[in-house]
């Protein structure tokens, strides 16, 4: 089913058009860029279950160790955004670099496909302008190296490839190429986040509507095949996937949190009554010590639970959700069995860590079966126990914050301060090719470059050992260069005190310890910020500082550049709502105005069925966070809802175009109508005269 596509050349040619359509694409995408490359990040190195966990896998992917060393963290997550990461360390882009040229490039591909249906150069124009400048991709919810950095764009070429496919391809080499692009996109964004279940209504009514017109056009045969290709290439990730696990782990399995035997598990522990329920928890402490006694599996992870590590995840539970305070919340839990297990040394393998898991959940079902625990099924295994009057007295709230949420009318300007030592910064910042980023909380005064000149002399050549430590206790990096001394031979009358000077150049803040040591154990300790020319004893030897010279980190330093940049991004967190927002509303009351007034042309319309994909897709993403928020974490945020903020701008573009070609359809037909009678009255008339 063709758009329909009015023609808006005007006095331009169509050369002279393109020219300046592409020229703008081009200038808002060299500008997007130009901001992000200068806007920090926010580095995390110890977040082992986030942040951390996607740079190390990264890293093991970048130099061919697949996801390295098998333990509780390799499949927990899918390799998704370490695959991104790691081809952005193979490119030599560091990686808000290449963050940002995925951006433009996902919404350059998705704006050149809907416009094929838009049709109209303003509107398509508009809707890339306000998605390439959306404010979430510059805020504090995205300034991070995690997967939500690339899930939008994943979500934004999956649907245009889609649409291609389905109802816009101009060749079958088109058709399979998208086909395949969508397929692939599909695979790849369920192997970023776990819940991709959210895009399913959205495919699937794309699926359905293409079918119905496929019928209707005589070629459902075309579609059928399209949507197999799409689903060929999705399984085909997969079992690649899987293949390589099994290649290097010895076992056929993807990410963990789908496998079979841990989601079994999970659930049992969730279905455990017995011991009292809290909500937003998995398992209370009280609960665990009933299952601990009928459970040899369960019990074998007691020290862990009932030990340091269980008071842990208790005290992140508590910090983030006070609600469970005293217990390990439920978006945590699912890493403290992994954790768990593994202290337990149940992680040997893929196969032991499943075997182990399968013997769990065996255990406590066998014990709710006889009655020694009491247990209630949850209606989705991993989800913690709830009640459906839990659920209804949070939706009026939760519905009030997410459509808050979706208007973003006041998003943040602040960046949050990175965390980690020198040593620990220092390995992540070589993995990403150096992107900006924040200070970091661990190194209070940043990072800085100290040269050091002087020189040591006791006897002869003897040297000390040079040490320069950070203010976590870790080596930082430095180096030094002895030199030749004669004058000090010479002052000394010593002839083999001859290079005994020193240079020492070392990148660290000025907290960091410079630690001198003799071979008679002298031990001289000083931190680089409060050195000072002159001379120090060490032991009976002396250390003279000649020359200090030090300066801050270019990467804290504001360029002018860096400066523009901060403009750019403030002016937009603070004024794109004075667009976005009557955007939102003008599409919302097209798409109920065209669905009422042209409900007879409007499910044939093409335009307007695509915004109706855009529609449901958001209400999907957004209903799940609201699920999840009621019933086990706080998940309705900014930072998850991120690929609703741009479908709900492509929904209300859609919609706008839908409905002026649905009022431009329904007066062509009333116009065809009109002529109609018009000839039927003149043959009429005709017929009297003979």
């Not at 020198?422 to 900006?436: D, I, M």
């Not at 000090?488 to 310890?513: G, K, M, W, Y």
Request: proline fraction near 4%.
């Amino acid at each position: 089913m063709r758009a329909d596509r009015p023609t808006e050349f005007g006095l331009l040619g169509p050369a002279m058009k393109a020219l300046l359509i592409y020229g703008y694409m081009a200038a808002m995408c060299v500008g997007y860029v130009f901001v992000a490359v200068h806007t920090p990040l926010t580095l995390y190195p110890h977040a082992s279950h986030d942040d951390g966990l996607y740079i190390n896998l990264g890293r093991h992917l970048a130099e061919g160790e697949w996801l390295g060393h098998y333990n509780q963290f390799t499949l927990a997550k899918g390799p998704g955004f370490p695959l991104f990461l790691a081809a952005s360390n193979l490119l030599g882009f560091p990686e808000s670099l290449s963050r940002a040229l995925f951006h433009c490039a996902a919404i350059v591909f998705f704006t050149i496909v809907l416009h094929r249906f838009i049709g109209s150069v303003l509107l398509s124009g508009l809707m890339f302008t306000l998605l390439i400048w959306h404010p979430v991709s510059l805020s504090v919810f995205t300034l991070r190296v995690f997967r939500e950095q690339i899930y939008y764009g994943q979500v934004l070429i999956l649907l245009a490839a889609l649409a291609v496919t389905l109802f816009g391809a101009r060749s079958n080499k088109e058709r399979i190429g998208c086909a395949v692009l969508a397929g692939a996109m599909w695979g790849w964004l369920w192997l970023t986040r776990e819940e991709g279940i959210w895009i399913l209504p959205g495919v699937a009514l794309a699926a359905f509507a293409a079918a119905l017109y496929g019928y209707r056009e005589n070629r459902l045969k075309v579609v059928l095949g399209s949507l197999l290709i799409v689903a060929a290439t999705f399984m085909t990730t997969h079992i690649a996937f899987r293949s390589v696990n099994w290649w290097v782990y010895g076992k056929f399995v993807g990410v963990e949190d789908v496998e079979p035997n841990f989601v079994s598990a999970l659930g049992a522990l969730n279905s455990v009554r017995s011991g009292g329920v809290v909500p937003y928890v998995s398992i209370t402490r009280e609960a665990r010590q009933r299952v601990y006694a009928v459970s040899p599996a369960f019990a074998s992870l007691s020290n862990y639970f009932e030990g340091d590590g269980g008071a842990g995840w208790a005290r992140v539970s508590c910090e983030a959700q006070p609600s469970s305070c005293g217990e390990i919340g439920a978006a945590w839990f699912f890493f403290a069995l992994r954790d768990a297990a593994a202290k337990a040394g149940h992680y040997k393998s893929p196969s032991s860590a499943s075997s182990f898991y399968a013997r769990l959940a065996r255990e406590i079902s066998a014990a709710c079966e006889r009655g020694a625990l009491q247990c209630s099924s949850q209606m989705v295994a991993l989800m913690p126990a709830w009640t459906w009057q839990q659920l209804t007295e949070r939706v009026p709230e939760l519905s009030r914050e997410a459509l808050d949420l979706l208007l973003l009318r006041d998003p943040p300007l602040q960046f949050n301060s990175s965390t980690g030592t020198e040593a620990a910064l220092g390995q992540v910042l070589h993995f990403l090719n150096y992107p900006k980023h924040t200070r970091s909380v661990d190194m209070p005064s940043g990072l800085g470059s100290y040269s050091l000149r002087g020189w040591y002399y006791r006897s002869g050549n003897e040297w000390p050992s040079i040490e320069i430590k950070d203010i976590g206790g870790d080596p930082a990096p430095f180096d030094v260069h002895r030199m030749a001394s004669p004058d000090i031979a010479e002052h000394f009358h010593d002839p083999d005190a001859v290079d005994q000077r020193f240079l020492i150049n070392a990148h660290c803040s000025e907290a960091c310890t410079l630690i001198l040591t003799t071979n008679r154990g002298d031990r001289l300790e000083i931190e680089l910020g409060k050195l000072q020319k002159g001379e120090m004893t060490l032991g009976d030897g002396r250390v003279f500082v000649d020359d200090i010279e030090s300066a801050v980190d270019p990467a804290y330093v504001a360029t002018r550049a860096d400066r523009l940049a901060e403009q750019i991004r403030v002016l937009i967190l603070e004024d794109y709502q004075w667009i976005s927002l009557p955007v939102m509303l003008l599409g919302a009351l097209s798409f109920v105005v065209a669905g009422l007034l042209h409900w007879r042309l409007a499910p044939w319309n093409v335009c307007y069925l695509l915004a109706l994909v855009m529609w449901v897709s958001v209400l999907s993403r957004v209903a799940l966070l609201m699920l999840i928020a009621a019933t086990a974490m706080a998940a309705l945020n900014q930072t998850y809802v991120s690929p609703a903020y741009f479908l709900l701008i492509a929904a209300c573009i859609l919609s706008m175009a839908a409905c002026l070609q649905l009022n431009r359809q329904a007066r062509a037909s009333s116009v065809d109508v009109k002529f109609a009678g018009h000839d039927s009255g003149a043959r009429k008339v005709e017929a009297t005269h003979s």
